[in-house]
């Protein structure tokens, strides 16, 4: 966990550093023509290693506002003229990971040499405030933005901070399950890069260790949990986790129940408690053994996916957007179908570009965003990731990658059927929020399936009422 807050900051001080060199070639402190302070001395000022400042200097370099001058140093070139028009593109801290942004837009700057992008990095626990505020302000062109943040858009921000992009059925290139939630009016909002469905990735060599089987097609979580008892070793390793309370785990288990989670034509909720109980007290059930699930990492994805590099854990719930941790490693690992419980339904998460209507560099915003959503830009992301692309061709490409891919990586075409998004349970992000408290409850043992099934009931009934008196 160390690691991850150390990489936090460090980001976090790179940012520092491009800002603060911008403003100053802005303001004239570093004036063009001149050489900027020596690596060693960046590294001192802004407390970074040589790696992160190398970085940071790299971003100014595609910026167009430093020209790198080999053996020699960086020199200032300036601010772009105004038929130079900037892009500043909002980006999450794990992006570069996910989708070999780095490379993709130098790339684009080569192609489009008078446009120069700047990427945000936008706090992930304020990002769609933080992204309706700057575009409503005009001070973001474009983002990164994941389907669960589209949510949290209402209808009216929607029509007026969002760029209709290309026509909806001039999208058959892409699978028909990321571009339907972007689009309204037969138009998309969000241009669809990469997707996720949930998946078991498991540590080949403790199964073998074990003589244990590994995985193959349909299984239950019954079979998951008694896999898990038997490549534990005490003391040592677990043998399954995940990141328990994340809005992309534990609803799957709602989604596997099958219920329906809209009222009767009287206006009330009845949720079947068995269905219920059944398939959250998986989840309880896995918690209630010590020796199998690592209780305390069930708050942070990082942290189990760390613990699996490391050999503490034989199989996590995970995406295959986190199996970008992966990708340098030289451990024996493999991928399986997530389990279910009563029906097969899997979590999806879809990932896409957003440009901003009030943009000042709006065609260049749209641009970058058609340019990271073309076939050229998705085969860089299918050969260097471990991320499924959202372009269906680019996605399903045979040929070799730049990073080792587990051998049944493919699986997710077989489980294209299972793949729900969140409002196929009919539940707001607010709703969600509500019932996860009632559920926690359920994990600690303080009440019973039933009554967390009433209380669940309760708690959406009086959101309903709540919302009819507004």
Known sequence: MQKKVIRKHS?????????TIRNEIITNVQAVGTYLPSESDLEKRFRLGNTSVRKGLEQLVREGVIQKIPRVGNIVVGQPSEDQPIVRLGVYNTTDRE????????????????????????????YAGYIKQHMADGTL?????????????????????????????????????????FADQGKLLVQ??????????????????????????????????????KAAIENERFGFCFHLLSRNRWPVFLLQSGIDFTPDREGFYRLPDKDLTECLGVCRELVEQPNVFPTMLSGLDSAAVEWFKDGKVSMIMTTYFSLNQLKHSEMDYDVAPLPYVREKGNLLSVIGAIVSRKSKSKEAAKRLVEFLGSYEAQVVIRSKTLSIPAHREASERDGETDVRHPAHFRIFEGMIPTYRLLEHMSLTSKQLSAIQKEFELFLTGLQDGVTMSRRMEQVLQDMNSSQAIE
């Open 11 to 19: 980001q976090a001080r790179i940012d520092e550093m491009v800002n």
């Open 99 to 126: 989708m070999e942004l780095t490379g993709l837009l130098e790339q684009f700057q080569k192609r489009h040499p008078n446009i120069r992008v700047q990427t945000v990095m936008i706090p992930t626990n304020e």
């Open 141 to 181: 062109d474009a983002a990164i933005i994941n389907h669960h943040t589209f949510r949290q858009f209402s209808s009216r921000q929607k029509a007026d901070l969002l760029e209709p992009l290309q026509p909806l059925e001039q999208t058959s290139g892409y699978y028909p399950f990321t571009t339907g939630p």
């Open 192 to 229: 669809p890069l990469i997707f996720s469905p949930l998946v078991v990735c498991y540590n080949r060599s403790h199964l073998k260790d074990r003589g244990l089987s590994e995985p193959v097609g349909d299984w239950t979580w019954n079979e998951l949990m008694e896999l898990a008892r």
